[in-house]
């Protein structure tokens, strides 16, 4: 009987010890302890093994590398950064558990993911009402942003992608007709489809059809038949990789040799896999390209690869960055135990030079940043460089500057010597270059065929 009594008073003592580490909420941001105070205690939730799986592999790993960077060197204010990893599964509602567990089990101090959109959208109201920070490293949804001011994201937003795509259409392929093959329950397809419609019909041209699918469909014959019959100049598919890679091969099938388009969500070495040979005349809007001789790209590229054994993709480039923008964010506000102060730091976020460009977040705290123009090379599994396109206001780098990228501009243009566009911007076609920007000063470097930086 005493055992008993004993056994129960002592469960009563361990679940009021746990009682007593629960957070409070100081100067209007809460206080997660972390891990016993010496160390800081990061959350990291993405797709580890479901159907987008590369998305959240790339972002662990991209994360990871900065992260160990981060700690060789010291840590941030002396104190080590310590990551704790859930997988979503790829599911919105799992998306909202594991952060609900991040923050009330784990008591991380900050968070980074997703990537879907759709599941950053369904995570990041938890983040936004307990207060702490949380930083997407690719989301591109507006919407994800707008929950809070304690959501904010690393990467440019989709009214930009979407756009920059229809340019590329209207301005570099000369199209007049395009149909859009979207997923219904994306938020990020749905966006896309919108943005890029939208941009395509003011420069003239014509979306002929929109077709649906969700992420549960096995084929796509029906949808492509109905695009096929109306022969447009090109297709947007804004999807991801796992429907992306069977709709280009099921289109080829079917005799549709139109150029295939899309966005970020295209990026994964899986879709080469899954597409072969079909992918030939495809472009996506990403952005970086592993290919840029820059030379801050290429020591990522190199660190990445002697870590993982892989040339690291976007989503790599973009959590490197997050997690990087993340502890120069710590190290300004003093330390991440006042959430408040934290968010207002990362929010503060100005000219961060990334991997992925320079990091300047907005009023909306979205990074406004360029995106590149990249065509699939399906022979060597590979994305190839085309152009890139700055948001309104921002200008290339001019031909003149002499730092490093400027000189990775020239290797650029001798590695797209046999694409048709980069011939016609060599030209010195004003009027596309000019068009694609509404902006003389990026034409000048569109003819050189600039990077990002
Ligand atoms: N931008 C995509 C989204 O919001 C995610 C993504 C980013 C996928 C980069 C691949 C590469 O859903």
Redesign the pocket.
């Known amino acids: 009987m005493t055992r008993i009594f004993l056994a129960i008073g002592l469960i009563t003592s361990i679940l009021f010890s746990f009682a007593c580490v629960q957070k409070g909420g100081e100067g209007g941001g809460a206080t997660n302890t972390g891990d016993g105070g010496d160390t800081i205690k990061v959350g990291v939730y993405g797709d580890m093994t479901g159907q987008?799986a590369s998305?959240g592999q790339?972002t662990k790993n991209g994360i990871q590398l900065a992260v160990d960077e981060i700690n060789a060197a010291g840590g941030v204010n002396g104190k080590k950064i310590v990551l704790v990893v859930e997988d979503d599964q790829g599911q919105p509602q799992q998306a909202t558990t594991v952060v609900q567990k991040l923050i009330n089990q784990d008591k991380v101090q900050a968070i980074l993911g997703?990537?879907?959109?759709?599941?950053?959208l369904a995570a990041a109201p938890v983040a936004q009402s307990a207060k702490i920070p949380m930083i997407?490293?690719?989301?591109?949804?507006p919407k994800?942003t707008e929950v809070g001011d304690y959501i904010s994201r690393v990467?440019f937003i989709?009214p930009f992608?979407g756009s920059a795509m229809a340019k590329f259409a209207a301005n570099t392929l000369k199209a007049k007709t395009a149909a859009i093959l979207g997923d219904v329950n994306?938020?990020?397809?749905k966006?896309l489809t919108q943005f890029f419609e939208e941009e395509f019909t003011r420069l003239g041209g014509r979306v002929v059809t929109k077709e649906a699918y969700t992420q549960n469909d096995p084929d796509f014959k029906a949808q492509l038949t109905k695009i096929r019959n109306l022969n447009p100049d090109v297709i947007y598919v804004p999807g991801?990789?796992s429907q992306v890679g069977i709709v280009a091969r099921q289109a080829r099938e079917l005799g549709m040799n139109q150029p295939l388009m899309g966005?970020?969500?295209?990026?994964?070495p899986e879709l080469f896999k899954l597409g072969g040979a079909a992918l030939k005349n495809a472009y996506i809007s990403?952005?970086y390209s592993a290919d840029n001789p820059a030379p801050e790209i290429q020591n990522f590229v190199k660190a990445y690869k002697a870590k993982f054994n892989v040339v690291p993709?976007?989503?790599a480039a973009?959590a490197y960055d997050a997690a990087k923008v993340l502890a120069d964010a710590i190290k300004r506000a003093g330390g991440a135990g006042d959430s408040a102060k934290l968010k207002d730091a990362i929010n503060a976020t100005k000219e961060f030079a990334g991997v992925t460009g320079k990091i300047t977040l907005d009023a909306s705290r979205n990074a406004v940043k360029p995106a590149v123009v990249l065509e699939l090379n399906p022979a060597e599994s590979k994305f190839t460089f085309k152009e890139t396109i700055y948001p309104e206001g921002m200008s290339a780098p001019t031909a003149t500057s002499t730092d490093a990228n400027s000189n990775s501009m020239m290797n650029m243009n001798s590695m797209n010597t046999n694409s048709m566009n980069s011939n016609s911007m060599m030209n010195g076609n004003m009027n596309s270059s000019t068009s694609m920007n509404g902006n003389p000063n990026s034409s000048m470097s569109m003819n050189s065929n600039s990077v990002n930086r």
Do not use: K, M, R
């Open positions: 987008t998305f790339s997703e990537v879907a959109s759709t599941n950053s997407t490293p690719s989301s591109t949804n994800v990467c989709d992608q994306s938020d990020y397809s966006g991801y990789y966005g970020d969500g295209w990026d994964s990403n952005h993709d976007s989503l973009l």
